[in-house]
């Protein structure tokens, strides 16, 4: 996914915080992403970023980036079973036509009760 | 529902026949999308609309791989003598084209090839 690297798999207790992390090697990136892929479904946008921005935060997910580490994160507070999915980066290029995303493999979140 | 639709949402096909899959967007997005997504992997870009012209085109597609979007709605993506290598989920894509400039994307369920 043109460098853009995640872990596979994460497991996380009910009602603790979850923290998935993602990096990307191209600084051109303008807008980052993460999408939340569940069993049958299809991608949602959960949040994204603009790259002026160090972090935004809405309602459980904060979203963290450092431009300079070339690092995302993820932060799902108080992570409920219905959490469990697969969650993926995604950014997009300067100049490229916003929704050529570039996706992570993805990160397996499990949340066990 | 006026999500992304696909159809069909499974398909099986025997090595060198051809496959169409169909993709209807959310109705007032003027641009629509394909990926591919292999097992274990994120999505790929294989193409893009932006109403019935086809502005960009991935590496990926091969010269096997036509898409279409005759009237500006809905979208065609035909597989011409399918190989096993072409076994994954189709995704399909839409939004507008200046979603509050964030890029959004909605996506429909997918289609599953598989080629035996």
């Known amino acids: 996914g043109e460098d853009v690297e995640q872990s596979l798999f994460l497991s996380v207790r009910e009602g603790d915080s979850s923290v998935i992390n993602c990096t990307y090697t191209d600084s051109s990136s303008t807008y980052l992403y993460w999408y939340k892929q569940e069993p049958g479904a299809g991608l949602q946008l959960l949040t994204y970023i603009f790259s002026n921005m160090d972090m935004k935060q809405d309602q459980r997910l904060t979203v963290l980036l450092n431009k300079k580490d070339k690092h995302l994160s993820l932060r799902i507070a108080d992570t409920q079973t219905g959490d469990s999915a697969i969650y993926f980066c995604a950014r997009v290029d300067r100049g490229s036509t916003l929704g050529r995303l570039y996706f992570g493999r993805g990160t397996q979140l499990t949340v066990w009760p | 529902d006026t999500g992304v639709s696909q159809d069909p949402r499974h398909k099986i096909t025997k090595r060198g026949q051809n496959v169409t899959f169909r993709c209807d967007p959310i109705?007032?997005?003027?641009?629509l999308y394909w990926y591919r997504q292999t097992l274990g992997q994120g999505p790929e870009f294989l193409t893009y609309?932006?109403?019935?012209?086809?502005?960009?085109k991935s590496r990926l597609l091969s010269d096997r791989f036509s898409a279409e979007r005759p009237k500006g709605s809905f979208s065609t993506l035909e597989i011409q003598r399918t190989e096993q290598g072409d076994s994954a989920m189709y995704l399909c894509?839409?939004?507008?084209?200046?979603?509050?400039?964030?890029?959004?994307?909605?996506f429909g369920e997918g289609s599953r090839l598989t080629v035996l």
């Open positions: 609309f932006q109403n019935e012209a086809q502005l960009e």
């Open positions: 109705s007032e997005h003027n641009r």
């Open positions: 894509a839409s939004s507008l084209a200046h979603q509050r400039n964030t890029g959004e994307l909605f």
